[in-house]
């Protein structure tokens, strides 16, 4: 079991930058693949990045890639995701999640067990 809160998001303008947080407790942070997901406004929730436990393998999705940077902090059981260059269509709840898939299959949202309740970042045009 472990225990995600996200928080940073907010409103901005198209082109600002916004960095979000996810401290986690329970068990061992660093023990987890950290994923990123978002769901917009009647949309799907969403893949946008992850980042392995040793920090070896950090993906994204080609929507954000070039935008999004995506770092953990084990001492702090922390994860963020740094975004650069927003835009309107960003606009989304962005959830944390935690769990133990690799490679392609931390991908997919149903492959993590643990969830944050979700921070909205809102971008005005």
């Known amino acids: 079991q472990v225990q995600l809160v996200e928080s940073g998001g907010g409103l901005v303008q198209a082109g600002d930058s916004l960095t979000l947080s996810c401290s986690a407790s329970?068990?061992?942070?660093?023990?987890?693949?950290m994923g990123w997901f978002r769901q917009g406004s009647g949309k799907e929730r969403e893949f946008v990045g992850y980042?392995?436990?040793?920090?070896?393998?950090?993906r994204y999705a080609d929507s954000v890639t070039g935008r999004f940077t995506i770092s953990r902090d084990n001492a702090k059981n922390t994860v963020f995701v740094q975004m650069n260059n927003l835009k309107p269509e960003d606009t989304a709840v962005y959830y944390c999640?935690?769990?133990?898939?690799?490679?392609?299959?931390?991908?997919?949202?149903?492959?993590?067990?643990?969830w944050g309740q979700g921070t909205q970042v809102t971008v005005s045009s």
């Open positions: 980042i392995s436990k040793l920090n070896g393998d950090i």
């Open positions: 999640a935690a769990g133990v898939a690799l490679g392609r299959y931390a991908l997919n949202h149903w492959n993590y067990p643990y």
């Open positions: 329970g068990r061992s942070f660093s023990d987890y693949t």
